[in-house]
């Protein structure tokens, strides 16, 4: 064996194990960006089933006398109340719950501060429908909300991986209207 013979089967021996840690990089990072898809779509997905069973109950108690089911509606901000105490009266703790987007983050308050739910929201969009199915700023005819939420993978390495969050649209009636 001649030191020629030994000098190139040294390239070769480095240029695959280039080769090889190039190509397991490229799957660590391939790995890492659907990981943060799927952390951002289940994140996305249990705020938008938490915020859509707080709307479907809104209104709900108040006995003999009906309460306001939404106060405020803003496509990134919506003001619900619930009856929990069934007194009659919207005074309680937890029975008037704002849900807003603040930056990137959506917060819900319930009389304690503005609790963060999700992180790396990209935009909130909620449109109110009433009864005819049109368009309505009036929170009093609401009985459809349309809320679509768009998140962005933000543990994903690379910008363009952070812009590969979900978008997840749903609607919902109010149970009581």
Do not use: F, K
Request: charged content about 20%; glycine content about 10%.
């Amino acid at each position: 064996m001649t030191l020629a013979d030994l000098l190139v089967s040294t390239a070769v021996l480095g240029l695959t194990c280039g080769a090889t840690l190039v190509m397991l990089e490229q799957g660590q990072q391939a790995w890492a960006v659907g990981a943060a898809r799927v952390e951002a779509q289940q994140s996305a997905r249990a705020a938008l089933t938490w915020l859509t069973a707080e709307l479907r109950t809104a209104g709900q108690g108040g006995g003999p006398r009906r309460i306001p089911a939404l106060s405020l509606i803003e496509p990134a901000r919506v003001v619900l109340h619930v009856d929990r105490n069934r007194d009659g009266a919207i005074a309680g703790s937890g029975e008037t719950i704002t849900w807003r987007l603040a930056g990137d983050i959506l917060r819900r308050d319930a009389g304690g501060g503005a609790q963060p739910v999700i992180n790396g929201v990209r935009s909130l969009a909620m449109s109110y429908v009433d009864a005819a199915g049109r368009p309505t700023a009036n929170p009093a005819a609401v009985h459809r909300v349309v809320i679509t939420l768009r998140t962005s993978a933000e543990r994903a390495t690379s910008r363009s991986a952070r812009d590969l969050g979900p978008t997840l649209t749903t609607e919902v009636h109010l149970r009581n209207r």
